[in-house]
């Protein structure tokens, strides 16, 4: 094979290959998402239904049932599931991987549109959203106060809190698990009746007037809006539910009105009701990035908030992260010294020896390049592999090596030992790359959920196999012209 010889002849541009490949590799680096485990794709929705004012109970008798019979019946369907709520249900389908988002979607709506006949007259149209394989936060935050309601500290959540929460890189989601604000109308029955109203008369003047229309242009131009919108308690109270010629009843001659809660969930931390905010990272978010952003926002956010509401950390999943994936790491760190430790002892030479150990980090920082380009993330998996790499990459050099060195114990100097002896086992280093990569690839064409997470494993692998191979023919012969002496032994 030439291919050695050419750069041998060229050190130079040896050099600059292999920088390249270093530069690369550390730019990409840079680009790749770092998480726990390999983002496993599975095709996934949540299909919602509005039943306004019906009861849990009721949407399940009423709702769930068709909807599941419809829904369980697609091809490629592997889990379905309901939740039944006040006022509405959601059903979450799970799909097998080799469905495609669109088909599952396409399933969806047309299984949906056979189930509509099936749901109640006041139902609302299904709505279909994807939903994230990782759809749990993975940074929490509390609020407790001994001064204010349950309800003023969601409130307070979403005023001060959201927002600049959203604005940080890689968050996909701010979730809130408090207790919103609800204007509370109880109807007094004995008025009602004195006035001949029914409850059903009330309900239908609440959603009359609590309106926002367009109301065409003004002068072809500015947009004009009729906001009827129910702002306040006195807006509620002079509500109209009842007129004649000689009189009107409003809301408030039938019923009281006041500020409260929805009620309708209560979370408690450390044993007293407070607010959780869930974070949840976008599928290219950096969870680490993201936890150190938060922690560094954390003194204003406490600023922001009123006296009596106290800020703090709940649960910081980018913890278990880091001391998982710090882990690997060190177990790279150990591989490559024992790997340095046993090319030392045999080789018998640090002149000898540097040419292989240099081999290691161009092929594990090179291989981050072809992660980049296959989208694959630094995660447990990834890094696992780079350690059964670090033994596997310097075989190569260490073959292109003992080969030269072998010429120069004949008597040959360094420049055509390095050219004879790589000439003579390029074929070979090309052989044994192509088979130990050959190995691993088969590994990321396995199917299902499984096949996913060792997708990326098996690129790693034999993408650092590949690196390494490179390495061998053009920068190691290169080296042992150049490093090694003739009066070796």
């Not at 290959?17 to 730019?27: A, F, T």
């Not at 500290?153 to 001060?160: C, G, I, R, V």
């Not at 009596?308 to 690997?328: A, H, M, P, T």
């Not at 790359?433 to 990326?456: K, N, R």
Request: net charge neutral; hydrophobic share 50%.
């Amino acid at each position: 094979m030439k291919l050695p010889t050419f750069f041998i002849e060229r050190p130079v541009q040896a050099t600059i290959l292999n920088l390249l490949i270093l530069i690369v590799g550390i730019l990409s680096f840079n680009l790749l998402t770092i998480r726990e485990y390999p983002d496993v794709v599975m095709p996934a929705f949540e299909v919602t239904v509005q039943y306004p004012n019906a009861s849990a109970e009721v949407i399940e008798s009423t709702m769930a049932s068709p909807l599941e019979e419809s829904l369980s019946g697609m091809e490629g369907l592997d889990t379905i599931s309901s939740v039944s709520r006040f006022g509405r249900i959601s059903v979450n389908l799970k799909f097998k991987p080799s469905v495609t988002m669109s088909d599952a979607q396409a399933l969806i709506r047309d299984n949906l549109s056979r189930a509509r006949d099936l749901l109640p007259q006041e139902a609302k149209e299904p709505k279909i959203a994807p939903k994230d394989s990782d759809n749990e936060g993975f940074f929490y935050l509390e609020l407790t106060s001994d001064d204010y309601s349950f309800a003023d500290m969601t409130h307070f959540a979403n005023l001060y809190i959201t927002s600049s929460l959203k604005a940080i890189k890689g968050v996909s989601r701010i979730q809130i698990w408090g207790e919103k604000y609800a204007m509370e109308v109880a109807i007094d029955r004995n008025k009602m009746l004195q006035h001949k109203l029914d409850a059903q008369k009330i309900y239908a003047a609440l959603q009359e007037q609590n309106i926002s229309l367009p109301g065409g242009r003004y002068q072809k131009r500015v947009p004009i809006t009729i906001d009827l919108s129910l702002q306040s308690i006195e807006d509620f109270e002079s509500i109209p539910v009842k007129s004649t010629e000689k009189s009107v009843v409003f809301l408030k001659d039938v019923a009281s009105v006041k500020l409260s809660s929805e009620k309708a969930l209560i979370t408690k931390v450390r044993g007293v009701p407070g607010v959780l905010i869930a974070v949840t990272q976008a599928s290219d978010g950096n969870p680490l990035e993201i936890s150190k952003e938060i922690r560094k926002m954390m003194p204003d956010l406490k600023r922001a908030l009123p006296a009596g509401v106290k800020l703090e950390i709940n649960f910081d999943k980018s913890n278990f992260i880091r001391e998982s994936l710090g882990s690997i790491q060190r177990a790279i760190l150990e591989a490559i010294i024992l790997v340095v430790l046993i090319v030392l002892i045999f080789l018998r030479s640090l002149r000898a020896a540097l040419i292989p150990i240099l081999t290691i980090p161009l092929s594990l920082i090179g291989v981050m390049a072809m992660m980049s380009i296959f989208g694959l993330s630094l995660n447990s998996i990834t890094l696992l592999a780079m350690v059964l790499a670090v033994g596997l990459v310097v075989d190569d050099a260490i073959v292109v090596l003992e080969n030269i060195h072998r010429h120069i114990e004949l008597g040959l100097k360094p420049l055509e030992a390095a050219k004879k002896g790589s000439r003579e086992i390029g074929f070979a280093i090309l052989a044994m790359t192509c088979t130990l990569a050959s190995v691993f690839a088969p590994v990321a064409f396995i199917q299902d959920t499984i096949g996913q997470v060792f997708q990326e494993f098996a690129i790693t692998l034999a993408g650092s196999v590949i690196i390494s191979g490179i390495v061998a023919l053009t920068f190691s012969p290169m080296m042992c012209a150049k490093f090694l002496k003739s009066e070796e032994s």
